[in-house]
């Protein structure tokens, strides 16, 4: 009687094994897809399919034939005058006291501005040395420091007073080399102190995705403070009033379509225009890659320092002067830095997806400031698209994007003025 029940119960329900099974292999089927999905959108960046793309990219633009041209030209400098320049300079350091920081005379910025009150140079844009007097306008260079892309490292090194420490006796931090001799002036947000006929523009430039990051952390207001907002920027608009207090809560809330949170109407417009350049609301995403490029002249001869790789491209960039190769991890001031909470650089899968959707023109720029950089060649740019694809990889791929690049012809008219001798 047992035997004959048990037998019909496993009759009434034999249909339910093979369901199971089914079930259990569409769930494998869809992990699987999901798995391959992740994979293709992530990349990997060490195929050689994805290699053989960037390459392909890189060798279809102008950039490859000025990089053959750059690779047979002469130093800007002969071997002897380098030499001159930077024993100068050498000398310099070494008997430098902590004096008074040096003005060029040769400065344009107060010619570009004669209707402002005060149109003299920020303290902050002088250099702790004396420009030798041989080195004409056409042999000096333009420091472009894009705001949290390691500009205050590299202008410590140039001998900028920035970010250097109170006491400049004990911390002087210029590197004698000819890239510290010849880079004369500087352009830093709303200040453009060069001469569009300049000798080359070395540009600090980072991930734009870890730009936006260290931005957006850097600009946070301390409510503890007394005068915790900016006096120029909206910053309060987008921590205080729209509650955006992590970039990841500002890209999910605030970026991400058709989400089903408390951010405003208001709110979204403003993050999108925020992080677009297009509204004064954080300082360095204002001023960002297209603003400092546009406000370069087209002809402009570039060269960059990669953040991720600032030993390797100050000594390339001081070989294609004509100095020596000799800058070392150590001799690298630490500058502008803080401790950050883990909170503060999270980002989840969907957050950089908007991010990244949103930077796309941004992106698109820094690629191209990359390919006419005079010092990177085609394996210095696989190798930054390569660091690239695992933080953007659409983007990265890309030449194009689904939104038109802003016009920001006014906040580059305004920051470079009129030039009247």
């Known amino acids: 009687m047992t035997r004959i029940a048990r037998r019909s119960t496993d009759k009434k329900n034999s249909w339910v094994a093979p369901w199971f099974g089914l079930i259990w292999i569409g769930l494998a089927l869809a992990l699987s897809a999901f798995y391959f999905w992740s994979a293709s959108r992530l990349l990997n960046t060490s195929s050689p399919v994805t290699q053989a793309s960037i390459l392909h990219a890189y ?11 750059v690779d047979t030209a002469p130093p800007m400098f002969d071997s002897s005058f380098a030499e001159y320049l930077k024993k100068g300079l050498t000398r310099y350091i070494n008997d430098y006291d902590g004096g008074r920081p040096y003005s060029y005379k040769d400065t344009t910025y107060a010619h570009r501005h004669p209707d402002r009150e005060n149109a003299t140079l920020p303290f902050w844009f002088k250099k702790v040395f004396p420009l030798n007097k041989h080195l004409t306008p056409d042999k000096q260079g333009c420091f472009v420091h894009v705001g949290k892309a390691g500009g205050s490292t590299i202008g410590c090194m140039l001998g900028f007073v920035i970010h250097c420490g ?10 004698p080399s000819l890239l510290t001799a010849t880079t004369a002036h500087s352009f830093h947000r709303s200040v453009y102190d060069c001469s569009d006929e300049a000798a080359y523009y070395l540009f600090t430039i980072r991930n734009p995705l870890a730009r936006a990051l260290s931005a957006f952390n850097y600009a946070k207001p301390d409510l503890s403070e007394k005068h915790p907002f900016s006096k120029k920027f909206k910053d309060k608009e987008i921590y205080v009033d729209c509650d955006f207090w992590t970039l990841n809560d500002f890209a999910e809330r605030g970026l991400r379509k058709g989400s089903s ?20 609301n954080l300082v360095h995403w204002y001023f960002n890659y297209q603003y400092y490029y546009e ?5 402009a001869d570039i060269v960059v320092i990669r953040n991720e790789h600032i030993v390797d491209d100050w000594n390339t960039v001081e070989t294609l002067l004509g100095g020596a190769a000799d800058v070392t991890k150590e001799s690298l001031p630490v500058n502008n830095q803080y401790e950050k909470k883990p909170e503060e650089i999270y980002l989840s899968d969907t957050a950089k997806v908007v991010l990244c959707e949103t930077l796309c023109n941004e992106i698109q720029v820094y690629k191209m400031i990359l390919k006419r950089a005079q010092n990177i060649k085609k394996e210095q740019y696989i190798e930054s698209m390569q660091e690239l694809i695992t933080s953007c990889p659409k983007e990265a791929m890309e030449e194009s994007c689904s939104d038109e690049m802003p016009d920001i012809s006014w906040k580059v008219e305004k920051a470079k003025g009129k030039l009247i001798h």
């Open 261 to 280: 949170n408390d951010a405003s109407d208001e709110c979204r417009d403003r993050a999108k225009k925020a992080l677009l350049g297009t509204e004064d």
């Open 59 to 69: 060798l279809e633009s102008d950039a490859a034939v000025e990089a053959e041209e």
């Open 166 to 175: 109170e006491d400049p006796k004990t911390n002087f931090q210029s590197v």
């Open 295 to 299: 406000a370069m002249p087209p002809d």
